[in-house]
């Protein structure tokens, strides 16, 4: 089980970009894929989560509204879409995965996820 991220890059506020989680090894068919970043001198959060079974997502507070988690199993790829881009939200962004997972909602603990990318870095700047 392997994920790995791209799509990063320098945005100005406002502005928007997609992220990109690719899984290879396996199919996404049943899984829960999170979207955590991590600041300069700060602890890594969660942004946001998607559990396939029934398409359930969930968000932090400072992302709601700006940020959309959607898959393409086709693609066997889950996506980060982010608007509306504030300079605080620069940060490296790495997406961690649960294979598979057959919740009806995320996960609750980092450590369960299997697979974990190297990250991309999202820097918001005028």
């Known amino acids: 089980v392997k994920v790995e991220e791209s799509g990063g890059g320098l945005v100005q506020p406002g502005g928007s970009l997609r992220l990109s989680c690719a899984a290879s090894g396996w199919t996404m068919d049943w899984y829960a894929i999170a979207w955590f970043r991590q600041a300069p001198g700060k602890l890594r959060e969660e942004v946001g989560c998607?559990?396939?079974?029934?398409?359930?997502?969930h968000y932090i507070d400072p992302v709601k509204g700006r940020f959309t988690i959607s898959g393409d199993n086709a693609k066997n790829t889950v996506y980060l879409q982010m608007d509306s881009l504030k300079p605080e939200d620069t940060a490296v962004y790495s997406c961690?995965?649960?294979?598979?997972?057959?919740?009806?909602?995320?996960?609750?603990?980092?450590?369960?996820?299997?697979?974990w990318g190297q990250g991309t870095q999202v820097t918001v700047s005028s």
């Open positions: 961690a995965a649960k294979y598979p997972w057959y919740g009806s909602s995320c996960i609750d603990e980092q450590i369960e996820y299997d697979s």
């Open positions: 998607i559990a396939s079974r029934d398409g359930f997502t």
